[in-house]
Protein backbone atom coordinates (compact mmCIF):
# COMPACT_ATOMS: atom_id res chain seq x y z
CA UNK A 1 0.00 0.00 0.00
CA UNK A 2 1.30 3.19 -1.01
CA UNK A 3 1.91 6.01 1.95
CA UNK A 4 1.46 9.70 0.62
CA UNK A 5 4.59 11.81 0.94
CA UNK A 6 4.54 14.17 3.52
CA UNK A 7 7.94 16.89 3.05
CA UNK A 8 8.63 19.57 5.47
CA UNK A 9 11.33 21.66 5.80
CA UNK A 10 12.87 23.75 8.37
CA UNK A 11 16.48 25.21 9.64
CA UNK A 12 18.48 24.25 12.74
CA UNK A 13 21.40 27.00 12.73
CA UNK A 14 23.09 26.95 9.33
CA UNK A 15 21.88 23.44 8.60
CA UNK A 16 18.62 22.89 6.00
CA UNK A 17 16.45 20.29 7.21
CA UNK A 18 14.42 18.21 4.68
CA UNK A 19 11.76 15.77 6.46
CA UNK A 20 10.39 12.98 4.88
CA UNK A 21 6.82 10.61 5.61
CA UNK A 22 5.78 8.20 3.14
CA UNK A 23 6.67 6.28 -0.05
CA UNK A 24 9.74 7.85 -2.10
CA UNK A 25 8.81 6.89 -5.84
CA UNK A 26 9.51 8.81 -8.86
CA UNK A 27 6.15 11.23 -8.37
CA UNK A 28 6.87 11.73 -4.71
CA UNK A 29 10.42 12.32 -6.00
CA UNK A 30 9.53 15.71 -7.25
CA UNK A 31 7.91 17.26 -4.40
CA UNK A 32 11.18 16.50 -2.43
CA UNK A 33 12.95 17.96 -5.59
CA UNK A 34 10.76 21.08 -5.20
CA UNK A 35 11.90 20.89 -1.57
CA UNK A 36 15.31 20.69 -2.44
CA UNK A 37 14.70 23.65 -4.75
CA UNK A 38 13.50 25.78 -2.51
CA UNK A 39 15.52 29.08 -2.16
CA UNK A 40 16.58 28.63 1.65
CA UNK A 41 17.05 25.45 1.22
CA UNK A 42 18.97 25.07 -2.15
CA UNK A 43 21.25 28.20 -1.02
CA UNK A 44 21.78 26.39 2.15
CA UNK A 45 25.79 24.65 2.49
CA UNK A 46 24.23 21.77 4.75
CA UNK A 47 21.30 20.05 4.49
CA UNK A 48 20.11 17.46 6.45
CA UNK A 49 17.40 14.56 5.13
CA UNK A 50 15.43 13.64 7.81
CA UNK A 51 13.87 10.20 6.40
CA UNK A 52 10.63 8.83 8.41
CA UNK A 53 11.70 5.14 9.87
CA UNK A 54 8.73 3.78 7.49
CA UNK A 55 9.84 5.32 4.29
CA UNK A 56 9.68 2.90 1.23
CA UNK A 57 12.02 4.07 -1.42
CA UNK A 58 12.18 2.25 -5.11
CA UNK A 59 14.30 3.02 -7.98
CA UNK A 60 12.91 6.23 -9.18
CA UNK A 61 12.90 7.44 -5.60
CA UNK A 62 16.37 6.41 -5.69
CA UNK A 63 16.84 8.40 -9.04
CA UNK A 64 15.54 11.62 -7.40
CA UNK A 65 17.69 11.34 -4.08
CA UNK A 66 20.69 11.06 -6.93
CA UNK A 67 19.95 14.08 -8.83
CA UNK A 68 19.57 15.73 -5.13
CA UNK A 69 23.72 14.89 -4.97
CA UNK A 70 24.85 15.37 -7.72
CA UNK A 71 23.07 19.17 -7.60
CA UNK A 72 24.49 19.56 -3.85
CA UNK A 73 28.16 18.38 -5.42
CA UNK A 74 28.01 20.64 -7.88
CA UNK A 75 27.20 23.03 -5.41
CA UNK A 76 29.30 22.02 -2.91
CA UNK A 77 26.95 21.51 -0.23
CA UNK A 78 27.24 18.64 2.37
CA UNK A 79 24.28 16.84 2.64
CA UNK A 80 23.54 14.08 5.33
CA UNK A 81 20.27 11.61 6.02
CA UNK A 82 19.36 9.66 8.83
CA UNK A 83 16.15 7.65 9.74
CA UNK A 84 16.81 5.10 6.81
CA UNK A 85 15.84 1.57 7.97
CA UNK A 86 18.64 -0.89 7.82
CA UNK A 87 17.46 -2.13 4.56
CA UNK A 88 17.11 1.07 2.75
CA UNK A 89 20.88 1.65 4.30
CA UNK A 90 22.46 -1.18 2.61
CA UNK A 91 20.61 0.55 -0.97
CA UNK A 92 22.43 3.31 -0.82
CA UNK A 93 25.43 1.51 0.10
CA UNK A 94 24.63 -0.57 -3.14
CA UNK A 95 24.03 1.85 -5.19
CA UNK A 96 27.03 4.32 -3.93
CA UNK A 97 24.60 6.75 -2.46
CA UNK A 98 26.96 7.19 0.62
CA UNK A 99 29.78 8.35 -1.22
CA UNK A 100 27.52 11.90 -1.50
CA UNK A 101 24.81 11.63 1.22
CA UNK A 102 26.49 9.45 4.38
CA UNK A 103 23.65 7.89 6.51
CA UNK A 104 24.30 8.57 10.05
CA UNK A 105 21.51 6.64 12.99
CA UNK A 106 20.72 9.82 14.30
CA UNK A 107 19.94 13.24 14.02
CA UNK A 108 22.81 14.08 16.82
CA UNK A 109 25.44 12.36 14.73
CA UNK A 110 24.51 13.69 11.48
CA UNK A 111 24.47 17.52 12.72
CA UNK A 112 27.95 16.84 14.86
CA UNK A 113 29.11 15.65 11.90
CA UNK A 114 28.77 18.84 9.83
Do not use: W
Amino acid sequence: MSKDIKVSTSHKGDIAVISIQGDVTAVTGEVIGNAYGSTDVLNSPKILLQFDKDCYINSGGLASLIDIASEGRKKQQKIHAYGLSDHFQKIFHMVGLTRCIPIFTSEEAAMKDF
